[in-house]
């Protein structure tokens, strides 16, 4: 009789600690109530053993990939540049696990993803964290192998609250944090429609970006300020600082003087700056500012409550 395993991630979004987050800065992130499923079905088989792989979005089919079991040898897919990067995944997995998919079974892997590919909110980060409990290794190692990267988006995985997460001697400390604003009413997540590539981005941050201790430490102090604070001014003013900083260590324009110039409150880059989600605030009543975003452009916006997970 087949056996069956299903697993579940959380996406996330990074309010704090962009980039910085590589050198050791204390950022704040936040899971959402959008994911991705994992559902394993294994079988015994006569015949060569096989892994099909099947991944799905809101959209409909993902892509499609038939890989040899226990070589790990793709032998089929409808998208090659993605068969490969999961082939990739997967032999780390394997490396990290030498058990892991070696046994003459034939594996029906589907995976569905809850938001759309294009958002930048963790099709890679929570399909690490489902492929590691299947594989039962750490999620962390499986992701600093295989993609790279700080690691934030993997701990945001497995939880429901939001966390401070720092690498502390290449280790992550995750702390689980009590951020629920007053004002989140007036908060809101803005998609701008140009897919960032994490992996690009951190290779430009490594190559190009300057920065100092201090900008550690005071980007550090403004995600404990952060979630302390009771006051929408105070909330807008420490982003407005972040951004400042994150802006001269990029050596790039701010995303308000960008595209949101005269837009009152403070429009913040979350992750790689470019074109993934911004946070925006507004005190104009909800369907005045979504008409004032669709005016500009954007068309995809969520509020608070839209996003976060629920308590």
């Not at 992750?271 to 068309?299: C, I, N, P």
Request: some cysteine; aromatic content about 10%; proline content about 4%.
């Amino acid at each position: 009789m087949p056996q069956q395993q299903s697993w579940y991630a959380h996406g996330k979004l990074l309010i704090t600690g962009e980039y910085l987050v590589l050198q050791g800065a204390r950022a704040l992130a936040m899971p959402v109530n959008k994911g991705q499923f994992l559902h394993v079905t294994v079988s015994e088989t006569e015949k060569e053993a096989r892994l099909h792989w099947t991944a799905r979005k809101p959209q409909g089919l993902w892509f499609q990939a038939e890989y040899a079991i226990p070589a790990l040898r793709l032998l089929k897919t409808t998208d090659i540049s993605l068969a490969s990067k999961l082939e990739n995944i997967l032999s780390v997995a394997r490396k990290l696990s030498p058990d892991f998919l070696t046994f003459r079974q034939n594996v029906h892997v589907e995976t569905r993803l809850e938001f759309d590919t294009e958002f930048g909110l963790g099709s890679s980060s929570t399909l690490i964290a489902n492929l590691a409990a299947w594989a039962d290794i750490d999620a962390f190692t499986l992701q600093r192998e295989a993609l790279g990267g700080s690691g934030y988006d993997v701990a945001c995985a497995r939880v429901e609250t939001p966390v401070f997460y720092q690498l502390k001697n290449g280790k992550p400390v995750i702390e689980a944090v009590p951020w629920d604003p007053l004002f989140k009413d007036k908060i809101f997540f803005v998609y701008l429609g140009q897919k960032q590539r994490s992996d690009e981005s951190i290779a430009r941050f490594k190559k190009q970006a300057h920065f100092t201790e201090k900008n550690i430490e005071e980007i550090s102090a403004i995600s404990e300020k952060l979630i302390k604070t009771n006051s929408l001014d105070n909330f807008e003013s420490l982003l407005r600082r972040h951004e400042e900083i994150m802006s001269a260590v990029l050596g790039i324009t701010p995303i308000q003087k960008k595209y949101f110039s005269n837009q009152p409150g403070v429009v913040k880059s979350l992750g790689a700056w470019g074109g993934d989600f911004v946070l925006v605030t507004s005190r104009e009543e909800e369907e005045v500012f979504r008409k004032q975003m669709h005016k500009r452009g954007f068309s995809i916006i969520f509020s608070w409550d839209e996003m976060a997970i629920k308590k």
